[in-house]
């Protein structure tokens, strides 16, 4: 059987282009401070079980009366992800700040209702869920494999956003909490059957959720499939490292290391040109404020950035983040060749989430590592078909520090 690295399939010209964009960087670790070693204040910290395994609860029931359930994950030092089988979604990170205090970073609820309310369905925020079987935008919902063409349900006017009508964000996943070397783990898998939402092919996907002592949330994809398809997985998480000052993320410092980018047009499908930064208010290859140039940019930030140094297997840095506040440190790597970075833009304070924080315009940001969007009409663009016998295996890090 074939290992599937998604990071290593890349088409002719494009291969050149991303060989031709490496440049030299710092070590992650030199970019984004110190790791939160810190412990916690004992009355914000649950101590894990004697068998070190994840602790669960009830998360309340979907509409349809399914009961799901709540996993949490919790590492050396006081760390905690809390992950439901809703979706894959990760509903809280709780991390410290440079006083060594937990605060959560991510934006979500605390029964899965909030992910199925009214406002949550109409505004689509897909706030911590898994993204699949195609993460971000598919063209007038069309592509062609073998010679064959598929429509898919369109859920973003004319396109396919994020799977369709019910992607993997809105499926109950099978659970199963474990523990490895690396920390506290909990693993999901779905199948996805041959025609779900259009697409060709009954896909078995695995998840693994990893909250590792080295202060990481690791996600490992890996995927079969029995027909040729693309799939394009990633995670969805709106992050707001000053989270709890009730503020939004334009005074996050952002980096990423990527010197084009895919330029779109109105309905952010992309045109195909691979722009570089330089000069423009997509360049991030060194420190800025999200909020420094965003008006320059209509609609904000909800692009592909062409990471540089994505041409083999392994991990790569695809974006740092620093928030001056709490002193709070995020890293992100990953073996894809793409990242989204989102600003929430389309957050308009109709969503009141956990801690009974309102969720206003840019109150969050997100870095969804992937290939890149409308990959199965771009023939120039990265390969997202897995074919029958082939295994998908993808991984994405994120790494928590402070900066004191």
Not at 66 to 91: M, R
Not at 351 to 371: A, I, P, R, S, W
């Amino acid at each position: 059987m074939t290992v599937f690295h998604r990071s290593g399939i890349l088409t002719g010209g494009l291969a050149g282009l991303l060989m031709l964009a490496a440049c030299d960087q710092k070590k992650p670790a030199d970019q984004a401070g110190t790791s939160t070693s810190a412990t916690a204040d004992s009355t914000q910290t649950s101590t894990t079980s004697s068998s070190n395994m994840p602790t669960s609860a009830s998360f309340g029931k979907t509409t349809d009366g399914q009961e799901v359930q709540l996993y949490t994950l919790t590492n050396a030092h006081g760390l905690k992800a809390t992950i439901t089988n809703y979706g894959g979604t990760v509903t809280s990170l709780l991390v410290p700040d440079k006083q060594g205090k937990l605060g959560n970073i991510v934006l979500g609820f605390d029964n899965v209702s909030g992910y199925q309310s009214p406002a949550f369905v109409k505004a689509g925020p897909y706030f911590g869920a898994l993204i699949g079987r195609y993460g971000n935008r598919i063209k007038g919902g069309k592509f062609t494999v073998d010679g064959k063409e598929y429509t898919l349900a369109k859920n973003n006017g004319p396109n396919t956003l994020h799977g369709g009508l019910k992607g993997y964000d809105k499926v109950v996943w099978q659970a199963e909490p474990g523990s490895s070397s690396d920390g506290q783990t909990l693993k999901l898998t779905y199948l996805s059957k041959d025609g779900e939402e259009g697409f060709p092919g009954n896909l078995n996907v695995t998840v693994v959720y990893t909250l590792t002592n080295n202060d990481e949330l690791k996600i490992d994809y890996a995927a079969t499939t029995d027909k040729a398809t693309p799939v394009n997985l990633t995670n969805h998480s709106y992050f707001n490292l000053g989270y709890g000052q009730d503020k939004d993320v334009l005074s996050h410092e952002v980096t990423l290391p990527a010197d084009r980018y895919t330029v779109v047009d109105k309905d952010l499908i992309p045109t195909g040109e691979l722009k570089p930064v330089k000069g423009t208010p997509f360049d991030f290859t060194t420190a800025h404020t999200i909020g420094e140039r965003i008006a320059q940019v209509p609609g904000g930030y909800d692009h592909n950035w062409v990471l540089n140094n994505a041409g083999g297997n392994g991990l790569h840095l695809a974006a740092t983040v620093y928030e001056p506040t709490s002193g709070r440190t995020l890293e992100t790597m990953t073996t894809e060749p793409g990242v989204q970075f989102y600003t929430g833009n389309f957050l308009d304070g109709s969503l009141k989430g956990t801690g009974d924080v309102t969720y206003g315009k840019h109150y969050g940001f997100c870095l969804e590592t992937q290939h890149f969007p409308d990959s199965p009409n771009q023939p120039t663009f990265p390969s997202t078909i897995l074919k029958p016998g082939d295994t998908l295996h993808s991984t994405t890090v994120y790494r928590f520090g402070v900066r004191k």
